[in-house]
Structure formats: C-alpha cells, structure tokens
C-alpha cells in the first residue's frame, strides 16, 4: 500500500484558522465519549470513473476543508476527560490516504468494503490532535471502463451522520472539478450555535426537561410491558474490544422501482418496509415460534425542524433515535408489519420525540469517559434499541461531475457500543444502498451474512408476491 499525504501530526500550508471554541452539547459529548469507548464513525463511499491529476484529490480536500469550520478543529477535555470543547486548529490537513488498486474482477471492485473493515471502522480519529475527519482514495483501473477512484471520507459520529458525510463527498468531488480549471473562491460556511440553542422553545429549559422525563416514563413503561425482543450476541464481547464490521447489500434500480409501487399501495413507506424486513430476519434468527414484540430504532434527521433550519451541507450529528415496538407473527404478510412502524414512527415525529430524545443526553450524559460503565451497562442489557434502521431515503448525487462520472454513493454506520445489528440506508444513482455494520466476534461473519441475506430476500419476495 502506498501512502498519500504526510501523518496529520506535520504542519503544513492549509486553510485558514477555524473560529470553532465552544463545549460539546450532550448529545455530542455522549458521542464522543462512546467514541473513546469503541470506535463510532459515519463513513461516505463514492466512485469516480476517469483519470484524474495527480494531487488533485489533495487540493480539493484542502479546498473543503477551508469551507467548513469543524474539519479545522481538535477536542480538547480536562484532565479528568470532562468539560470537552471544540479548539481551532490551523495549518493541519485532513488526512489523505491513497492505495492503488490491482487486479479486476469481484475481489478488486469490493477492495473499499476491505478497507471499510480492516481499517476505517476500527481505527479511531485523533480527536485530541485533530482535525476531526479523515480520507482515502483507492485508484484502480477497469480494461474497459478506465480509471476509477473509491473515495472514502470518515468523521467520528459526534460531529456527523450520513447526510453529513453524503453532502461531504459530493463537495469534495465538486471542488476537484472546480480545482482543475483553476483556483477555488474560499466560501466558507457559517459557524453554527450548539444544538441546544437550535431547539424550538417549547423543547427548550425546564418544558424540555419536563417533556424529556415524559418521554422516558412512558417508553420505559411500554417497554417493560411488552418485552420485546433484542438481537443477542453470540459471545459477550467486552465494550473497549467491539470493533465494527461491514456487510453490503443493495437493491438496483428495476428493484426499487417495484418497492416503492408497492409501498404506495400497501400504504407504507420504503423505511417501513426495510424495518419490517430487520424485524423478520432477526425474529426468525431467534426462533420464534409464536407472536411476539420487537423493537427497532429509527434515527430521525431533524435539521428541518430546527430554529433557524440547518442545511444538509452543514457538518454536525442531526439526527435522533425512536424506538418502535412492533409485533411480529410467523407466516404473516410483511405489509401489516411494515404500515406498524411507518404509523408509529409518523406518530412519535408528530409529537416531536425526536427533541424530547435528544433532550434526553442533557440529563443522562456522564461528565466523562470514567463515569460511562453504568450507562453503558444499561444500554447494552436494557437498552430498547439494539437493532437500528438510519435510512436518509433519497439523496440526490450526480451521475457526473465535471469530467467524471460517479456511482454508488452511500454511507456506513460503525456501532461502538450503541447497537448490535444496524442497516444504513440512502437510495442515490437510482440504487438502494443496504449497508449492514455489526459487532465482530459478537455475532460471527456467517451470521451477519444470513440476516443480510434474509433481510434482502424478504423484502424481494414481498415485492414480487403483492405486484403479481
């Protein structure tokens, strides 16, 4: 493997001194402490076919990194790891990474999900030296298509989600379009509020608080009232060990065509259905037998919902968990499944939970890494949400750009410690990307495949039965 620019640790001529100095919010933090944990990364893949000049990739990454305050800073904590705060960098590069790629075929095509496994989602982002994102770009060439170049962005999730690093890449190819006519205008983006002072008032002070309690009380309740079922880990892999890893799936474009027909006519969404599908595989993986509940989390982006709203191309983590407790019956159709989470998921986001959710970490947040064990115990035995669905739906992504044309846009999800078995969804180039991460050793690679598998042929065959 070749290696691209020089370690993050050596000064060189970069953009600009960011105006970032603020603490963490507590969701933020909570992210970031986890991180420490376990690595908890949002990762962005794109494919770019055509040549490219040398250092190209480099300048505009430089470029982007100029436009966006969060990728000029580091984290800094006291000594005990409490009170965290975003601090300015200046003249440190994102990292950039390239490999050059040999051999054609399945095994060189997949060479990103190697990297994704073997490197991006087990080795931790220097927070304490910064900057707060890393690249990758894989060159290889196609003996009839040509050139082509994977490019990998990675930031940990206290600073992103997918729509984060989707709008990311896409900037960063454009900026290299825009770098080879000539020089770039710096147009950097605003420096936004913490969270906290983006939530609508009602979601604000002691009505905040009060909600988020209420939240708590009554999903605390349904849960012990219903038991729903959990992914379980084959083996108790202790958090500081659990490591992420990747299996792809996708739908192409004849496929997803067919789901959303059906979807509009058994009046249910796309995510209604992949979660109904989630729910399927991990109940059959346990044996079920008879009736029962199972829980699935859905991550809600809220930037919309925002005072003033936040853009998708601003960096940040805007997007809140809701759980969704479901009742599964062997034999059943999947549709009445599918219309239970899309109706309960509507109801939760009218009644603005997402907020209440997000309120949540003001309260239950540790101070630090070393007051964590308790809620993370809680979470990983309790917790309602070990099977998780962040789908962003469609995300608009050019087939070309400049003199290039570019496929397979998507983005991964690592766990850390939040979940055992999570799909990240984003349906971009007429593609439905169906990226599952789990927790290696916890539950072995065949098992991961299988449920994959299962997930994906369960929504095909739901689709087939009910066009015929």
């Not at 770098?179 to 147009?187: F, H, K, Q, Y």
């Not at 599964?328 to 009445?336: A, T």
């Not at 990240?424 to 439905?432: E, F, G, Q, W, Y």
Request: charged fraction near 20%; aromatic fraction near 6%.
């Amino acid at each position: 493997m070749t290696t691209g620019a020089a370690p993050h640790r050596t000064p060189a001529p970069g953009p600009a001194r960011s105006t970032v100095r603020r603490p963490l919010s507590p969701l933020e933090r909570w992210y970031w402490i986890t991180d420490q944990v376990s690595p908890l990364h949002v990762i962005a893949r794109a494919r770019v076919r055509g040549p490219v000049p040398a250092g190209l990739w480099r300048r505009a990454l430089d470029a982007l990194q100029a436009r966006h305050p969060l990728l000029r800073v580091a984290i800094e904590a006291d000594p005990d790891g409490s009170r965290p705060r975003f601090v300015p960098l200046t003249g440190r590069p994102v990292p950039l990474r390239t490999a050059a790629v040999t051999g054609t075929g399945a095994a060189a095509d997949a060479r990103w999900q190697r990297e994704l496994n073997e490197r991006e989602l087990v080795e931790p982002v220097d927070w304490s030296a910064g900057p707060l994102a890393r690249a990758v770009v894989l060159t290889g060439h196609d003996p009839a298509a040509g050139e082509r170049h994977d490019l990998l962005l990675t930031l940990p999730h206290c600073t992103a989600d997918g729509t984060t690093v989707l709008s990311l890449i896409r900037e960063w190819i454009e900026l290299a379009a825009a770098c080879a006519s000539g020089p770039v205008p710096d147009v950097p983006h605003p420096v936004l509020p913490p969270l906290g002072e983006l939530l609508p008032a009602a979601h604000r002070g002691e009505e905040g608080a009060a909600r988020s309690r209420e939240q708590q009380e009554a999903d605390e309740f349904l849960m012990s009232r219903l038991r729903p079922g959990r992914v379980r880990p084959g083996t108790a892999v202790p958090f500081e060990e659990r490591r992420t890893r990747l299996v792809h799936r996708s739908l192409d474009a004849g496929q997803v065509a067919a789901l959303v027909r059906v979807c509009r006519r058994e009046g249910t969404t796309v995510h209604g259905a992949l979660a109904a599908a989630m729910v399927t595989a991990v109940a059959r993986d346990a044996g079920a037998v008879g009736p029962g509940h199972f829980a699935i989390g859905s991550p809600v982006d809220f930037r919309g919902d925002l005072v003033p709203p936040v853009s998708p191309q601003d960096i940040g983590s805007f997007v809140a968990t809701l759980p969704s407790v479901v009742e599964y019956r062997p034999g059943q159709s999947l549709w009445p499944l599918a219309r239970a989470v899309t109706t309960d998921l509507a109801r939760r986001r009218e009644r603005e939970e997402h907020f209440r959710a997000v309120n949540l970490f003001s309260r239950l947040c540790p101070a630090n890494k070393a007051e964590s064990e308790p809620v993370l115990r809680f979470m990983d035995e309790a917790g309602p949400i070990n099977l998780c669905l962040s789908n962003i739906g469609r995300f608009a992504f050019p087939a070309a750009i400049g003199p290039w044309q570019v496929e397979g846009a998507q983005f991964v999800a690592g766990l850390s410690v939040n979940g055992q078995f999570v799909g990240a969804v984003n349906t971009s180039h007429d593609r439905l990307f169906w990226n599952f991460t789990h927790v290696e050793e916890a539950m072995s690679h065949e098992r991961a495949d299988r449920l994959a598998d299962d997930c994906v042929s369960t929504v095909l065959a739901a689709t087939r039965t009910t066009a015929q």
